[in-house]
């Protein structure tokens, strides 16, 4: 194994992001793994955590759907997104405010500072060309919105997510308008369903070939060459959908880490 990375939730939310810490300072350290990423929305991210952990992180991705406050209230990208009472436009403020300071820190302690964006029926007309050049990410990974049965559709489903479902045309669109954009990386539903090998904290692979999170036995009952045959991992598609590239921060040009 050459790289991991920890998302799922919020990584940063347990012990304020210590046990991830030591997570990531294992990996490095203990595992020697070439990359260790983290994907974050930012809220609980802390200068203290980059000096304490900082030098054994090669990517952190923070979660950015809109540029507009309002468009974040719709989305959920908001303080308050689990509670019932109303966003303000201060707490959806606070949302891009973390963004801009976090990639400031990546820029201070050396690692790499990339985007993850989520297109759906609330972002896929906007423009966010000038603010992602101004933020200068080595990587703008774009996603469109995918259901998974059981997660985010369906009965069992913690939250629905059918009303932000977009067309493969509008999405196709939102790529379109942003096309001079060099770091970006689109990822379609057909691209991004299977392939990624998921963990989930009982270290078993999750199987999204049926349009669900299947989860095949433990690795740490049958070890990792069973459990991955039943992972449903497409390794043609994540080479197509350019899964494997220069990860990890002792690779990567200075200019990417001192932007």
């Given at each position: 194994?050459?790289?991991?990375?920890?998302?799922?939730?919020?990584?940063?939310?347990?012990?304020?992001?210590?046990?991830?810490?030591?997570?990531?300072?294992?990996?490095?350290?203990?595992?020697?793994?070439?990359?260790?990423?983290?994907?974050?929305?930012?809220?609980?991210?802390?200068?203290?955590?980059?000096?304490?952990?900082?030098?054994?992180?090669?990517?952190?991705?923070?979660?950015?759907?809109?540029?507009?406050?309002?468009?974040?209230?719709?989305?959920?990208?908001?303080?308050?997104?689990?509670?019932?009472?109303?966003?303000t436009c201060k707490d959806d403020d606070q949302h891009l405010e973390s963004l801009e300071r976090v990639r400031g820190w990546c820029?201070?302690?050396?690692?790499?500072?990339?985007?993850?964006?989520?297109?759906?029926?609330?972002?896929?007309?906007?423009?966010?060309?000038?603010?992602?050049?101004?933020?200068?990410?080595?990587?703008?990974?774009?996603?469109?919105?995918?259901?998974?049965?059981?997660?985010?559709?369906?009965?069992?489903?913690?939250?629905?997510?059918?009303?932000?479902?977009?067309?493969?045309?509008?999405?196709?669109?939102?790529?379109?308008?942003?096309?001079?954009?060099?770091?970006?990386?689109?990822?379609?539903?057909?691209?991004?369903?299977?392939?990624?090998?998921?963990?989930?904290?009982?270290?078993?692979?999750?199987?999204?070939?049926?349009?669900?999170?299947?989860?095949?036995?433990?690795?740490?009952?049958?070890?990792?060459?069973?459990?991955?045959?039943?992972?449903?991992?497409?390794?043609?598609?994540?080479?197509?959908?350019?899964?494997?590239?220069?990860?990890?921060?002792?690779?990567?040009?200075?200019?990417?880490?001192?932007?």
């Amino acid at each position: 194994m050459e790289k991991i990375n920890f998302s799922g939730g919020e990584p940063f939310i347990h012990q304020k992001g210590r046990y991830l810490g030591h997570l990531v300072r294992f990996c490095k350290r203990e595992l020697g793994l070439a990359s260790v990423s983290i994907v974050s929305n930012g809220s609980l991210i802390t200068e203290d955590w980059f000096i304490r952990f900082g030098e054994h992180l090669d990517i952190l991705a923070i979660s950015c759907d809109s540029f507009q406050p309002e468009t974040n209230n719709l989305i959920g990208r908001h303080r308050n997104s689990n509670k019932k009472e109303v966003a303000t436009c201060k707490d959806d403020d606070q949302h891009l405010e973390s963004l801009e300071r976090v990639r400031g820190w990546c820029r201070d302690y050396r690692v790499a500072f990339k985007i993850n964006s989520v297109i759906n029926t609330h972002n896929f007309d906007e423009d966010m060309n000038r603010q992602i050049r101004q933020l200068n990410p080595v990587r703008w990974k774009v996603f469109q919105c995918l259901l998974i049965g059981g997660e985010n559709h369906g009965k069992e489903a913690l939250r629905n997510a059918e009303k932000f479902v977009v067309t493969d045309q509008q999405f196709e669109s939102f790529l379109q308008r942003h096309r001079e954009v060099a770091c970006l990386v689109p990822e379609s539903n057909v691209k991004m369903r299977n392939s990624y090998l998921i963990l989930d904290e009982r270290m078993r692979f999750l199987d999204c070939v049926d349009g669900r999170k299947t989860p095949s036995p433990s690795l740490l009952d049958v070890g990792v060459e069973a459990a991955i045959q039943a992972s449903g991992f497409d390794e043609a598609m994540f080479f197509q959908r350019g899964g494997k590239y220069v990860w990890s921060k002792s690779d990567m040009s200075p200019s990417l880490l001192e932007w």
